[in-house]
């Protein structure tokens, strides 16, 4: 109680030196989040979406909303900037807007980045949102793809390539080839953007045969 009134108090006068604003509205916070309560309100999470992987196999899709402002503007923010913050920021968004919470899941698994690209931005966007999830879902991340090839930049790739594109992109890493760590778990895969399901898809035919008992992906935001 004590520690919650001087938390309060202490973020009253960190808000007085360093004044913060909605990413979305540009209103003066009055919290800690990046969001002012009346965008926090406005982010409604989209009708989760099932898709086949095979004739027996399907994946659920949970977004935490639409491709749509306010998280448009966090989505941009991640992207251009360096600062991991910005996916911690998405990761509690998803948290407490989507249904994840309720799946009892076995592990998390971020979608990897091909090596070159994490050299060039440090870090793996989806690993960082993965194991901030694991943090407030108290769920273990299972790093255990791999990107076989670099594939080219998505966003300039029409349907058809893009599914091309990413056919064999991802393997077992091979420490955990042949260990069958995934038999009869539930899996949900970590990505922030769902554009055509041709990444998830991918990555989900990979993971089934491992036989796990069931395979889903959360998003942070669905174009739809
Ligand atoms: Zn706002």
Known sequence: MIINIFSKYFN????????????????????????????????KPIASLDINISLSKKITVYAASSYSDPLKKLMFEKFYSKNVVFCKNLA???????????????????????????????????????????????????????????????????????YLNLKNAFDIKDKYKNKYLLKDKKILIIDDLFTTGATASNAATVLFKEFPESVDLVVACRIV
Not at 93 to 120: E, F, G
Request: glycine residues 0%; aromatic residues 14%.
């Open 12 to 43: 009253k006068i960190l808000n007085f030196v360093y004044p913060k604003f909605c990413k979305s509205c540009d209103v003066l916070l009055d919290n800690n989040f990046v969001f002012c309560h009346n965008c926090w309100d406005s982010i």
């Open 92 to 162: 509690f968004v998803m948290y407490k807007k989507t249904i994840i919470k309720d799946l009892q899941l076995d592990y998390l698994v971020p979608i990897p980045l091909h090596w070159s690209r994490y050299a060039k931005r440090g870090y793996n966007q989806s690993e960082v949102i993965a194991k901030e999830l694991s943090k407030l879902l108290n769920i273990p991340v299972l790093d255990i793809l791999k990107r076989n090839k670099k594939t080219y930049y998505q966003s300039t790739l029409s349907v058809k390539d893009k």
